[in-house]
Every structure is written in structure tokens, then in C-alpha cells.
């Protein structure tokens, strides 16, 4: 089964981060919420509490995919945390699934990891995608590096992962459980 962990910062979005949860383990991704704060609570942008599953000291480094939520001041929150950003980079340099979605992606722009490549942020702060090429897609697959563009493409962004973790005909069921339509 493959393994997601998606970090919890106080001030992310809580859309970003619980859509993926959800998404992920309705198709029987085995995918973890990790606080990066030292507590299993932690505070969305918008005041609502969220139970993560586990404390970054507790997770085993072998996940399948790393993805970040935004928000802020959740989005600087994870930056400003050195073992997740050394957890990045390692997973990086595995040729491994890295996500971030919506002001996240900044910080894979701050390590480097979407240099040269294609990917996408919330408007207004393309500039923070340093050495990438910006694209106003919904979700942007580059290699490793999977990148969406705000709480609306939580639904997107999501399926897109669980595609990448499991097949197409367990994103097209889960697409069609959610009676989801793309525009």
C-alpha cells in the first residue's frame, strides 16, 4: 500500500490539506495527516482544529509522496521548518512524489525542486516559483513534482494524486463516487 504524509502547520488551509486526506484514502492510499508543530493539534487559517495523525519525529522517511497544503501563515509555517525542508529535498533527489498546492509550492521553489520545470501557485505570486516555468493550469505534473493552484483545485489536485498512486480506473471511480465533473 502506498504510504502519503501530509503536513499540518498552524494557519494552513484546511480544504488543501483535507481533500487529499479524504481523496486518498477512499482510494485506499494509506495517508497520514503529520503535524510539524511539536502538537497532534493544529489550527487552520480559518479556526478550525484538525487531529493529525502523527508528529513529524514519529514518521519512518519512506513515504511514497510528500505533500504540503497552504495557506498562511501555514505555507511559511512548513518553510520554516528544517527537518520537513530536509525531508523534501531527500525526497526529491529520490526521484519521489512531492506536492504542494496552492501558496506551498513556494516553498518548493525556495529548495530548488521546481527549477526547470512547469508548475503552478496561486495567482498574484508566480515570482515565488523560482526557476520554474508558470502555468495557470489547474494541477501541474512535472516529473516528481506535483503543484495546484488554490482551495478550489483541492478536488483536482487530489484525484491527480491519487491517480499517480494508484491507476486510472481508481481515480475514474473515486471521480465518479464524488460525482465530480471537471468544467
Wanted: with cysteine; proline share 4%; net charge negative.
Amino acid at each position: 500500500m502506498k504510504k502519503v504524509y501530509v503536513f499540518l502547520a498552524e494557519g494552513f488551509e484546511e480544504m488543501e490539506a483535507v481533500t487529499p486526506i479524504d481523496l486518498l484514502r477512499r482510494a485506499g492510499v494509506d495517508a497520514k495527516l503529520v503535524s510539524v508543530t511539536g502538537n497532534r493539534a493544529v489550527t487552520g487559517a480559518h479556526g478550525v482544529t484538525y487531529l493529525a495523525d502523527l508528529l513529524f519525529e514519529e514518521i519512518e522517511e519512506d513515504a511514497d509522496m510528500l505533500v504540503l497544503p497552504g495557506g498562511l501563515p501555514g505555507t511559511t509555517n512548513l518553510q520554516a521548518h528544517e527537518g520537513l525542508t530536509k525531508l523534501l529535498l531527500k525526497q526529491h533527489e529520490a526521484h519521489k512524489w512531492v506536492a504542494a498546492i496552492c501558496a506551498a509550492p513556494m516553498v518548493l521553489g525556495a529548495l530548488g525542486i521546481v527549477k526547470d520545470r512547469h508548475a503552478t501557485i496561486y495567482p498574484g505570486i508566480e515570482d515565488k516559483l523560482i526557476g520554474a516555468a508558470p502555468l495557470t493550469d489547474e494541477v501541474v505534473v512535472d516529473g516528481n513534482v506535483i503543484t495546484s493552484r488554490a482551495p478550489g483545485t483541492a478536488i483536482p489536485f487530489a484525484i491527480a494524486l491519487a491517480e499517480l498512486l494508484t491507476d486510472e480506473k481508481t481515480a475514474a471511480a473515486l471521480t465518479e463516487d464524488l460525482v465530480f465533473r471537471k468544467a
